[in-house]
């Protein structure tokens, strides 16, 4: 014979009873789960879209900083007069590891087909790369490449984008200003 367990308030609770109380949380729980990773998936696909339609802004972006590299211009040590650093700590528009500014990624060696963040360090071993065509994840240390981004990369990379791109295009515009002062010194 069963044995019954009586509740509180004097009802029945068989194992069958517990069972399905159990089942019926588990669905209610994989039901939560499925539409927060629908959500998460809309709005990554949403980011997705944003840096997609910054694929010639980025190209644009590249292609002067490989132009610089190829005729031997470095890119400033100092960005801050140009709106782009930490404040306390400026930096040359290439990714870095330590402030994970917005920037080319390579360290500045040699040419670049990426803009990205370096996240290192307590940030994590996925690094953000974009070309406004191809957006991944690659690993520091292995170079394994992931596709599925992390919104708060995307994130970040969408919140300081248009920053650095003013920023930069402050540098280059620079340059020919500086030639012309030379001109009318000499």
Not at 70 to 77: A, D, S, T
Not at 127 to 132: E, H, I, K, W
Not at 160 to 172: L, R, T
Request: proline share 1%.
């Amino acid at each position: 014979m069963k044995e019954r367990f009586y509740m509180e308030d004097g009802t029945i609770m068989e194992l069958k009873d517990r069972i399905a109380i159990i089942k019926n949380r588990a669905e209610q729980d994989n039901t939560a789960k499925i539409e927060k990773e629908k959500r998460i998936n809309l709005r990554r696909e949403e980011l997705l879209n944003k840096i997609s339609s910054l694929e010639e802004r980025i190209h644009d972006l590249i292609t002067l900083a490989n132009e610089c590299a190829k005729n031997g211009i470095k890119l400033p040590n100092n960005t801050g007069k140009y709106g782009y650093g930490t404040g306390y700590r400026d930096h040359n528009f290439y990714a870095d590891g330590i402030n994970h500014h917005v920037g080319f990624m390579g360290h500045g060696k040699g040419l670049c087909d990426y803009i990205g963040i370096y996240n290192g360090g307590f940030c994590g071993v996925w690094d953000f790369y974009t070309n406004g065509k191809e957006t991944l994840l690659k690993h520091e240390t292995n170079g394994v490449i992931r596709y599925d981004v992390e919104i708060n990369h995307l994130e970040k990379f969408l919140s300081d984008f248009d920053i650095f791109e003013s920023a930069f295009y402050k540098w280059i515009d620079s340059l020919g200003e500086q030639n012309e002062e030379k001109l009318w010194k000499n």
